[in-house]
């Protein structure tokens, strides 16, 4: 059983388009994220998000927002996708910020 | 905010010899220190961490060291193999997680 799930595995997609990726864990993690990995490889957080708060990094445009139906789902939506947005998202969950557990990553290529 | 560093950036070893990667972290508060391993195409893998109540931590031919005074920590890989290549993130945590730019680490057989 995967432990933390992400659809699709690739998108790709014109410019100006909205989209979504989902995410779901089975672990019963109380906190999910999303992080953007450039092409270099550096790891940013994008959104914390547990039953209390949504942690939004500043540097994330509006254009971005999470939505979680439930506590074991964190989908993230993208409105008005622009080229610099193409990276790789992971998705990931902890238990009170240990233990984080990421997914296979979502290529998004804008074109 | 916590800002983590990392070197060195990319690191080439003969198969059998060790490895080290070293990261500083800036803010105090951190508690939790973990590395990941990322493999071509997926998502990064925990493959050991520490605990700011611990110096040193062990598991096979990995082990970790935490100085926090210094507020520095370091992965060593032992006995490296093809297998281990890689790149390697370190991270720091307190309320969430911030990563090091990542090294990417060859094992020439």
């Known amino acids: 059983d995967t432990a933390v799930s992400q659809t699709p595995k690739y998108l790709v997609t014109q410019m100006g388009n909205d989209k979504s990726i989902k995410c779901e864990q089975n672990l019963g993690h109380d906190t999910m994220y999303w992080y953007k990995q450039d092409s270099k490889k550096f790891l940013k957080i994008m959104f914390s998000y547990n039953n209390k708060e949504l942690i939004i990094n500043e540097t994330v445009p509006n254009r971005f927002s999470p939505k979680s139906p439930d506590k074991a789902h964190l989908n993230l939506h993208i409105n008005s996708l622009e080229l610099g947005d193409s990276a790789v998202y992971f998705c990931?969950?902890?238990?009170?910020?240990?233990?984080?557990?990421f997914g296979s990553g979502t290529r998004l290529t804008v074109v | 905010g916590e800002n983590v560093e990392q070197h060195p950036s990319t690191l080439s070893v003969q198969e059998g010899d060790s490895a080290v990667i070293k990261c500083t972290y800036s803010d105090s508060a951190s508690n939790y220190f973990p590395w990941y391993k990322q493999e071509l195409g997926k998502g990064p893998q925990l493959i050991i961490d520490?605990?700011?109540?611990?110096g040193e931590k062990k598991d096979q031919r990995i082990a970790v060291t935490l100085n926090k005074t210094a507020k520095h920590f370091s992965l060593h890989i032992t006995e490296t193999q093809p297998e281990d290549s890689a790149v390697y993130f370190c991270?720091?945590?307190?309320?969430?997680?911030?990563f090091g730019a990542g090294t990417r680490l060859t094992v020439k057989p």
């Open positions: 520490i605990r700011s109540n611990v």
């Open positions: 990931a969950s902890s238990q009170q910020s240990y233990g984080y557990t």
């Open positions: 991270a720091a945590a307190h309320n969430d997680m911030r």
